[in-house]
T-cell receptor
Framework: KQEVTQIPAALSVPEGENLVLNCSFTDSAIYNLQWFRQDPGKGLTSLLLIQSSQREQTSGRLNASLDKSSGRSTLYIAASQPGDSATYLCAGSSGTYKYIFGTGTRLKVLA | EPEVTQTPSHQVTQMGQEVILRCVPISNHLYFYWYRQILGQKVEFLVSFYNNEISEKSEIFDDQFSVERPDGSNFTLKIRSTKLEDSAMYFC?????????????FGPGTRLTVT
């Protein structure tokens, strides 16, 4: 059964730091992988999608990569800002219809 | 930009009552999904729907749950007799193709509170 773990569970950093969030699948057979942001009590905002033929995606200060051999993805946030404070979720498809979501990383960026 | 919409944003109901959560997927999408997130827990898959039938469902999606696409635009989730443990945020999603190749687009969610 596919499980998704995100490390760290929580992170607090000063503004301006570069940081890396990790996502790991127990079964490395991953097709699509998406990173989302969730503000408290709110919905899911899609950040980046890495499709099955891709290894990396970039959007502004965000960069996500996927190593299919190990089933691991990282989300890199450059020059973090207080507005980046949120929970970050990764989710992927293992070839079935559903997305399996990770446990999330709660990020707090201090001004 | 097209988006998935959900109504209502918040629904309060009494235990044992039936609720229907509504979603309008993106118009050219063919695959539809429901997920839920209990407060403080991770997002869990409930069901996927394609070509007017369920294509996959989780263990959570028991006989108390049903889905329907009553017309060309709406996609609904019905909970027949709500329980306290059904209290959660329910997210609808849609995709142009199967999720191993296409991005899923999520709605803003409906917060269901069962009292």
């Amino acid at each position: 059964k596919q499980e998704v773990t995100q490390i760290p569970a929580a992170l607090s950093v000063p503004e301006g730091e570069n940081l890396v969030l990790n996502c790991s699948f127990t079964d490395s057979a991953i097709y699509n992988l998406q990173w989302f942001r969730q503000d408290p009590g709110k919905g899911l905002t899609s950040l980046l999608l890495i499709q099955s033929s891709q290894r990396e995606q970039t959007s502004g200060r965000l960069n996500a990569s996927l190593d299919k051999s190990s089933g691991r993805s990282t989300l890199y946030i450059a020059a973090s800002q207080p507005g980046d404070s949120a929970t970050y979720l990764c989710a992927g498809s293992s070839g079935t219809y559903k997305y399996i979501f990770g446990t999330g990383t709660r990020l707090k960026v201090l001004a | 930009e097209p988006e998935v919409t959900q109504t209502p944003s918040h629904q309060v109901t009494q235990m044992g009552q039936e609720v229907i959560l509504r979603c309008v997927p993106i118009s050219n999408h063919l695959y539809f999904y429901w997920y839920r997130q209990i407060l403080g827990q991770k997002v869990e898959f409930l069901v996927s729907f394609y070509n007017n039938e369920i294509s996959e469902k989780s263990e959570i999606f028991d006989d108390q749950f049903s889905v329907e696409r009553p017309d060309g635009s709406n996609f609904t989730l019905k909970i027949r007799s709500t329980k306290l443990e059904d209290s959660a945020m329910y997210f609808c999603a849609s995709s142009e193709g199967a999720s191993w190749s296409y991005e899923q687009y999520f709605g803003p969610g409906t917060r269901l509170t069962v009292t």
